[in-house]
C-alpha cells in the first residue's frame, strides 16, 4: 500500500505543512515567537531543543491540539481556523504519535488500527482489517493484532500507535517524543520503524532526542529555545558546526 | 422461628407495595442518570454560569435531607404556585431523581477523571468528531469504572423511598404497615419488608457485579 506515501505531483501541494509568524501564550508566557517554518512534501525534520522550548506546542499546533493564537498554519492546502470542517479536514490528513502512545485499552490492537478508518473515512471493517494488517505487519507486529495495549511491552505499543496512525493514510505524521517514555532496549525497535517511514517517502516533523535518527534519516534539524527557531540546517552541519552559542551548549550536553 | 414463618407468609400481601416501591426508584434511577449525565456536560461546558450553577445545584442537593426536598416539592411548591393537590408518586419520582443526579454526578465525574491521560487527544488527533470520541472512546471506558458506584447510588435510593411514606405513597414501607394495622401483628410485615428490600438491594448488587465482569471482560488491565 504505497498511495499513503506517494509525493502528490501537483505544485501548489508542494508544501505539506506551512508555519507563518505563528505564536502562542500560556496566560502571560510566550511560548511560541512567531515561528516561521515550511516542510515540504516528503521532507523529514527532526525538532531539537531544552525541555519547555516549545518544540511540542509547535508541532500540536499543526494538528490543532493546541491553539495557536497568531500568524497563519496551513496543512495541504487547508488554513487551520475555527472552521471545524478544516479541522477536521486537516486532522485526517495529519498522523500523530504521542510520548505515551495514547492507545485504547479498551480495543484490541486490530481495533485501535480500525477504528478510526471506519468511523471517520467510512471504510469497509474487511477492508480496514485488511490495511491494519498491513501496516501491523510493517512495524513487525502483526502476529499480536488480536491483543489488548496492556498486554504488550511499550516499545510494542509504540509500535501499534505508529501503524494506527498509517492506517489513515496520514499525508504528514508527527511525532512528540515516540521514544522519551521507553525503557532504553525499545527505543531501537521503534526507530527501526521510523527509519523505515523515512525511507518510504513520509513527510514528518519529529520532536526528539534522538540525534543519532536525526544524523539517518533527517533532511534539516531544527533547534528551538524559548519559544524561537534559532537555527536550522542540515544533520551534518548542524552537529558538526553549529552557529549559534544555545546551540552549542545544547549539543555538548546531549551528544557524547 | 416462628417468627420467621409468620414473616415469609406476610410476604404476598406487600407485593403491591413491593411493586410501588420498583416502580417509584426504577424510573428514579433512571432519570437520575439523565440528569447526571446533564450535569456532567453542564460542568465541563467552560461557561461560567452554567458551571456555578450546578455546582450550587449537587452542594445543595448533597446538603439536603430528602425528606426536606420531598415536602417541599409536596407541600411547598403547590403552595407557591398554587398547583392544588400533586401526585405523590410523582413527587416521590421527582424528588429522588433530582437527589440521585446530584450523586451519580459525581459518581460520573471520577470515572471520568480516571481515564488514562491522553485518550482524549488520541482520538482528537486520529480525527474522530467529539460524539465519536465520547461514544466509541471514553464512554466504554467510563462504564465499567463508574457501574458499581453507581448500583450503589441506586441501592442508596432504594434505601432513602421509603420517606414517600410520609406523604401518602403506599410504598412498600407504608404497605407493610398497613398490613400490621389490620392484623395487629407488629413484627410479621416489617420482617416481610425486610427480607424483600435486602432481596432487591442484593440483586443489585449483582447484577453490576456481574455487568462489571462482562464489561470488562477480556482486558487485562
Known amino acids: 500500500m504505497q498511495s499513503a506515501t506517494q509525493q502528490p505531483e501537483s505544485k501548489a501541494h508542494d508544501i ?44 500540536r499546533c499543526i494538528n490543532w491540539l493546541e491553539r495557536h493564537q497568531k ?14 470542517k478544516n479541522v477536521d ?23 485501535n488500527c480500525t477504528l478510526a478508518p471506519m468511523w471517520v473515512k467510512k471504510v469497509p471493517q474487511s477492508l480496514a482489517r485488511d490495511t491494519a494488517l498491513e501496516y501491523l505487519e510493517k512495524v513487525r507486529i ?20 505508529i501503524a494506527r496512525a498509517l492506517c489513515m493514510k496520514p499525508k504528514v505524521l508527527l511525532f512528540d517524543e515516540p521514544t522519551s517514555a521507553l ?38 534539524v531544527i533547534f528551538m529555545d524559548r519559544g524561537e527557531i534559532i537555527e536550522e540546517n542540515a544533520p551534518t552541519e548542524f552537529f558538526a558546526n553549529p552557529q549559534h552559542e544555545r546551540t552549542k551548549a545544547f549539543l555538548s550536553q546531549i551528544v557524547h | ?24 426508584c426504577g424510573l428514579a434511577s433512571v432519570l437520575a442518570l439523565a440528569g447526571a449525565i446533564l450535569i456532567v456536560a453542564a460542568r465541563r461546558s467552560g461557561k461560567r454560569l452554567l458551571v456555578w450553577s450546578v455546582t450550587v445545584y449537587v452542594t445543595l442537593m448533597r446538603g439536603l435531607p430528602i425528606v426536606i426536598l420531598v415536602f417541599l416539592l409536596y407541600f411547598g411548591m403547590p403552595a ?33 477523571a480516571r481515564l488514562p491521560k491522553g485518550q482524549t487527544e488520541g482520538g482528537y488527533a486520529l480525527g474522530l468528531s467529539k460524539y465519536q470520541l465520547w461514544r466509541l472512546v471514553l464512554t466504554p471506558q467510563i462504564l465499567p469504572i463508574a457501574l458499581p458506584a453507581l448500583a450503589g447510588e441506586v441501592g442508596f435510593l432504594i434505601k432513602a423511598s421509603p420517606v414517600l411514606s410520609l406523604i401518602t405513597v ?19 410485615p416489617l420482617l416481610a419488608a425486610c427480607v424483600l428490600y435486602f432481596i432487591l438491594i442484593g440483586s443489585i448488587a449483582w447484577a453490576s457485579r456481574y455487568l462489571e465482569g462482562r464489561l470488562t471482560v477480556g482486558r487485562a488491565r
Open chain 1, 71 to 84: 500568524g497563519k498554519i496551513v496543512v495541504d492546502g487547508i488554513e487551520l481556523t475555527d472552521n471545524n
Open chain 2, 80 to 112: 407557591l404556585l398554587d398547583l392544588g393537590r400533586v401526585s405523590a408518586f410523582w413527587v416521590g419520582v421527582i424528588a429522588l431523581a433530582m437527589n440521585g443526579a446530584a450523586f451519580q454526578s459525581e459518581v460520573l465525574r471520577g470515572a471520568i
Open chain 1, 142 to 161: 502483526a502476529d499480536q493484532a488480536h491483543k489488548y495495549p496492556s498486554q504488550l511491552s511499550g516499545g510494542q505499543q509504540q509500535r501499534v500507535a
Open chain 2, 170 to 188: 403506599v410504598d412498600l414501607t407504608r404497605r407493610s404497615q398497613q398490613v400490621t394495622m389490620q392484623t395487629f401483628d407488629p413484627l410479621g
Open chain 2, 1 to 24: 422461628m416462628k417468627y420467621i414463618v409468620k414473616g415469609i407468609e406476610t410476604v404476598p400481601l406487600l407485593l403491591d407495595g413491593l411493586v410501588t416501591t420498583l416502580l417509584i
Open chain 1, 183 to 220: 525503557d532504553p532496549e525499545m527505543v531501537r525497535e521503534v526507530l527501526d520503524s521510523m527509519v523505515q517511514l523515512a525511507k518510504d517517502g513520509m513527510t514528518m516533523l519529529c520532536v526528539t532526542h534522538e540525534m543519532g535518527f536525526a544524523r539517518q534519516v533527517a533532511d534539516r
Open chain 1, 89 to 111: 479536514a486537516v486532522r485526517r490528513d495529519v498522523g500523530m504519535v504521542f510520548q505515551h502512545f495514547n492507545l485504547f485499552p479498551h480495543l484490541t490492537i486490530i481495533e
Open chain 1, 16 to 59: 505539506a505543512v506551512s508555519l507563518c509568524q505563528v505564536s502562542k501564550w500560556f496566560g502571560a508566557f510566550k511560548v511560541l515567537q512567531d515561528i516561521n517554518l515550511e516542510v515540504r512534501t516528503g521532507e523529514r525534520i527532526v525538532i531539537a531543543g531544552p525541555s519547555g522550548s516549545g518544540k511540542s506546542t509547535m508541532i
